[in-house]
Structure formats: structure tokens, C-alpha cells
């Protein structure tokens, strides 16, 4: 995937440090990655290792203190202003007093589209998350992985080429968790995104990624990045083969080294 | 089980509310002897009459002007009051209700609305929140008894006179629970909820009128109810200084000038009454909106 090279993000030296009132926390350093479109990166790293922090400098939710970084050859500030990303949070951040569709169409009414577009937008991508016939509940009335979903069909509802996603699954259980991540495959492979994912699960970041990006904390700094070249068409079963595991593995040595040090 | 219990809120609260209610008139009947005796036993001395327990009993929860009216004397005085005179006479506890109930109305939407706007303004603006809030606060610190007199005499002194300064005087004290909770109800999207707005790049305006305004929503009415209740307050305070002329205010300031225990008592029960209509209306009006909104609580 990254033979075609066009850069969606660029990022070169970045460090991000936070001015707390007993010491300063370096957050991230020395940080160099490039995202090629239709990558799929998964930042991997041990809580507090700044991975949420490198997610949500691309995203323009945090301001780096150092170091250069570019989406789409923009800087953040303004790539989030032309609405270049979805974001995925780490909770499905759905508005209560909004129904499924309602909550779909919600950056849509934002952006200006007009009624009966947004309706026949929001329906599609709800058909991409296999949600069809639940636009009339609210949030309260689905599980927690159907939230997500809705999360995610909100995301792509205005199509943007680059998906970012904060451990969206972080809070399901394992069999909701294995059955979104072989949607979340099939939905890469059809739509052709860009997806950046936050996770600290290996079998999540191998079975899912072009790319694994490890990191390691106190400054959170990337240790190793891994090409994965796995079958596109793979299926859950894949994660029992020597390919799978080898890689698997590659990671757990870097998060161990990134550990000891 | 939680669906069932809610679809039937009043079920099983009959039984004890009752009871309570029985519990309250038993020790105001038992008040009323407690506290009318003194003078009870000054009258029959006075007639030189001997007076047996169940005579003492039965003259003390029928006084004229008894120290503490009983229960029955004065719900006789309130149907008297308001169902045998016309509603248009000055004799009516409806007329005065009325009266009332109008500045109680105007003053409740004048506070509120002021109450919304300081908040928006607070939550909007640094300036307004370091400068502002300390005010809305002292505000409230000023007794409305010594302040009432004075908005009456400034606004009379302009032309303004009848309804307009005691709605005043009750939008000064029912303001101040709106904003304050108005402007907690529009700082309560959580942080990611604000976050999704960020990445949409929604403007102000949109982040007010699609999560900051549906946020606020519970702790707006929370913040109606008080302030349905200060509003009645203000409004009879805000009669006391014009001389008793109209309204629940004037019926228990008369009634003290005249000794009139019972009228008092009447007075009171109806203001009650309207503070529970009021507050029982914007409870209706909340679960309607919060049903229709699909908020669950």
C-alpha cells in the first residue's frame, strides 16, 4: 500500500510536552511517520505511551511543541477545518436526545447538507454498519457495540478519506470486539480509506493493519514500525498461521524492549 | 421491572401521603387547643362561668380570632371565600390569587429570561464570567424585604405602578436560580462530546443550539421549579409595601392589621396551593419534553 506514496500524513520531529504545575510531561519526541493513502496504521503502546496524544495531534485537538506535521500537505488546524478527518473516540460520544439517525446525520446538518441528502447519506453508511432498521432508537436502547457502530457510520457520514479511530473497541468484550474488526476490515477494504487506529491489543493491531507503529512511553516515542503484508481477504482464522503469529510476535518483542529500557 | 415502576410514578404513594396529611391535621388540631387556651380560660374567668374539658376543647377550635385557627375553620373560611362571592369582587381569595398569580406569571418570565441570557453571556464570555457572576451572586444576599420597598417608590417615582413593579421584584429573585443553573446545565457536555464538535468544526452558534442547549435541558427545568417558587414569593412581597390593595400579599398583611387569624390562614393555604400548581406544571411540562427529547433519567 505505501508504493503509491502520497503522503496523508507527515509528521517530522514532532514532541508535544505538557506544562503541569509540578514538572513538565513530555507526552511525545522525536516522533517520524509517514501515512501513505489508503494505509491502515495502528499506533500500538502501553497506556500513557502518548498514542491518544499522537492521534489527536493529527487531528488538531492538541498543539505539538516541536517538529513539523502536515495532513493532506495542510497543516491540522487547517486540514479540521475542511473536514479531512472522521474521528472514532474511545467511547461512542453519541448525543443522547438524538435518535440513531439523528446522530448519524448530525455532522452532516453542520456542514449545511440539505435534509433529504443527509437522510439518504446517513441510511448508507448505516447499511455499512449493518444497521439498518435502528435509525428510530436512541442510544440507550442499543448495546454498546451497536453504539460504536453508530459512532463509526457517523464518521464516514460526510466521507472523509482519513478515519482516525481511538481505540473504538476498547470497551467491548471479546466477541463483539473480533466480529467489529472483521467488519471493520471488509468496510477498509470497500471503502478504500485511510484509517489511523489507536489500540493496545496485538492480535487487534496484526489482524487489522498495513502498518503497526510501536511505541513506547516516558517520552512516548515510536520504537518500531512493522509492514504487515497479510492477505487483504483475510479472515478471523488467520490469527492461528506462523505469518500471523511471526508478526505478532515482532510487535510483542518491540512493546518488551520499549518496556525494559 | 425499573419500565413498570415508571410507567405508574403516583402507584403505592397514595397510602403514605395520606397518612401524613392525617398525621399534620391531628397536631394542628392538638396546636390549636395547646395555643388558644390561655385566652380560652381568660373568657370563660371574665363570664364567671365554670367550663368543663370537652367545652375548653370545642370553644378553643371555634375563637374568632384564635392564636392558631383550626383546620376546619379555615378550610370554611377558604370555601367561603372563594366559592360564595364573585370572582370580580374584592371579597373573592380568587380575585386576590388572581391578582397574584399575574405579577407571579410575568415576573417567572421575565426572570427567566434573564436568567437564560446571563448564563449564555456567562458561559460565552471570560469578561462576563469573572465580572458578572460575583454580581448575580451578591444579589441574592440582599434581603428582598428591605429591597421591595424601593424598587415600588423608584418605579413608581418613573410611572410605573401596579403589575410591572411587583413582577419585578419577583423576576429579581427568581432569575438568580436560572442562571445558576443554566449556566452549570450549558458547561455539562462532556469532553468528548465537545471534542466531536471540534473535529466537525461547528461554529459557536452550532455547538449552542445542537450540545450545549439540549445538555442544559434537565437543569434548566431543575432550575424552573425553584424559580416558579421564588417568583410567587417575590410577587406577594412585592405586595406588602403598596398598601395592601390586591393579592394573596395584601389578604395576609390586611389580615394581620385586623387580627383576622382565619383569613391569614386561608391566604396561606391558597398560596400554597398556586406554588404547587406552578411547580407541578413545569414538572408536567418537563417530562413531556425530556420523554419527547428521548432522554431517560
Same mark, same amino acid.
Given at each position: 500500500m505505501t508504493e503509491d506514496a502520497v503522503a496523508v500524513v507527515e509528521i517530522k520531529g514532532l514532541g508535544l510536552t505538557f506544562e503541569t504545575a509540578d514538572a513538565p510531561v513530555h507526552a511525545l519526541s522525536g516522533i517520524d511517520l509517514t501515512i501513505g493513502k489508503g494505509d491502515f496504521v495502528s499506533f500500538i503502546?502501553? &497506556? +500513557?505511551?502518548?498514542?491518544?496524544?499522537?492521534?489527536?495531534?493529527?487531528?488538531?485537538?492538541?498543539?505539538?511543541? &516541536? +517538529?513539523?506535521?502536515?495532513?493532506?500537505g495542510m497543516t491540522p488546524g487547517e486540514a479540521r477545518r475542511q473536514r479531512a478527518y472522521g474521528y472514532v473516540f474511545q467511547a461512542p460520544a453519541l448525543y443522547p436526545w438524538r435518535n440513531v439517525l439523528r446522530n448519524v446525520t448530525l455532522p452532516l446538518e453542520i456542514m449545511g447538507m440539505a435534509p433529504e441528502a443527509r437522510r439518504v447519506r446517513a441510511l448508507k453508511h448505516l447499511e455499512l454498519v449493518d444497521l439498518v432498521g435502528f435509525e428510530k432508537k436512541y442510544p440507550w436502547q442499543l448495546s454498546g457495540g451497536m453504539q460504536q457502530r453508530v459512532s463509526i457510520a457517523r464518521a464516514l457520514s460526510f466521507e472523509p478519506e482519513l478515519l482516525l479511530m481511538d481505540e473504538p473497541f476498547g470497551a467491548l468484550d471479546e466477541i463483539t470486539r473480533d466480529h467489529l474488526n472483521e467488519q471493520l476490515l471488509r468496510l477498509w477494504e470497500k471503502t478504500k480509506k485511510t484509517v489511523v487506529f489507536v489500540t493496545h491489543s496485538i492480535p487487534e493491531a496484526t489482524y487489522l493493519s498495513s502498518r503497526i507503529v510501536v511505541m513506547s512511553p516516558r517520552p512516548g516515542r515510536i520504537i518500531d514500525i512493522i509492514d504487515c503484508n497479510l492477505p487483504p481477504d483475510r479472515g478471523l482464522d488467520i490469527r492461528e498461521t506462523p505469518e500471523f503469529l511471526a508478526i505478532a510476535h515482532r510487535v510483542r518483542e518491540g512493546l518488551r524492549a520499549g518496556h525494559d529500557e | 421491572m425499573s419500565k413498570r415502576a415508571m410507567s405508574n410514578p403516583g402507584g403505592g404513594k397514595t397510602g403514605p401521603i395520606l397518612l401524613i396529611v392525617g398525621v399534620i391535621i391531628l397536631a394542628w388540631y392538638a396546636g390549636a387547643v395547646y395555643l388558644n387556651t390561655p385566652w380560652q380560660i381568660e373568657v370563660f374567668e371574665r363570664a364567671g362561668q365554670d367550663w368543663t374539658a370537652s367545652e375548653l376543647v370545642a370553644e378553643t377550635w371555634s375563637q374568632k380570632r384564635p392564636v392558631l385557627p383550626s383546620p376546619h375553620q379555615v378550610f370554611a373560611d377558604l370555601y367561603k371565600s372563594v366559592f360564595t362571592y364573585k370572582i370580580t369582587s374584592k371579597r373573592s381569595l380568587l380575585y386576590h390569587a388572581g391578582v397574584t398569580a399575574s405579577s407571579t406569571l410575568l415576573g417567572f418570565l421575565f426572570g427567566s429570561l434573564l436568567g437564560i441570557v446571563l448564563a449564555v453571556g456567562i458561559v460565552h464570555n471570560r469578561t462576563?464570567?469573572?465580572?458578572?457572576?460575583?454580581?448575580?451572586?451578591?444579589?441574592?444576599?440582599?434581603?428582598?424585604?428591605?429591597?421591595?420597598?424601593?424598587?415600588?417608590?423608584?418605579?413608581?417615582?418613573?410611572?410605573?405602578?401596579?403589575?410591572?413593579?411587583?413582577?419585578?421584584?419577583?423576576?429579581?429573585?427568581?432569575?438568580?436560580p436560572v442562571t445558576i443553573g443554566m449556566v452549570k446545565g450549558l458547561r455539562s457536555p462532556d469532553p468528548l462530546a465537545s471534542d466531536l464538535m471540534r473535529t466537525y468544526s461547528a461554529t459557536r452558534r452550532q455547538t449552542f443550539w445542537k450540545l450545549r442547549l439540549p445538555c442544559s435541558t434537565p437543569f434548566l427545568f431543575t432550575s424552573l421549579k425553584i424559580a416558579a417558587a421564588s417568583s410567587l414569593v417575590g410577587a406577594i412581597v412585592g405586595e406588602l409595601p403598596t398598601g395592601a390593595q390586591a393579592g394573596i400579599g395584601a389578604r395576609l398583611l390586611a389580615g394581620s392589621y385586623y387580627g383576622q387569624t382565619v383569613q391569614i390562614w386561608s391566604a396561606l393555604i391558597m398560596g400554597s396551593l398556586m406554588a404547587a400548581l406552578f411547580v407541578s406544571l413545569i414538572a408536567?411540562?418537563?417530562?413531556?419534553?425530556?420523554?419527547?427529547m428521548g432522554l431517560r433519567r
Open positions: 503502546g502501553p &497506556s +500513557g505511551c502518548g498514542k491518544t496524544t499522537l492521534m489527536r495531534v493529527i487531528a488538531d485537538l492538541e498543539t505539538p511543541t &516541536s +517538529g513539523a506535521l502536515t495532513v493532506n | 462576563l464570567d469573572h465580572s458578572l457572576l460575583p454580581w448575580v451572586i451578591t444579589s441574592q444576599t440582599i434581603p428582598i424585604l428591605a429591597i421591595a420597598p424601593m424598587i415600588i417608590v423608584v418605579l413608581g417615582a418613573i410611572g410605573l405602578k401596579g403589575l410591572i413593579p411587583k413582577a419585578i421584584i419577583s423576576t429579581y429573585l427568581c432569575f438568580f408536567f411540562t418537563e417530562k413531556r419534553v425530556v420523554g419527547r
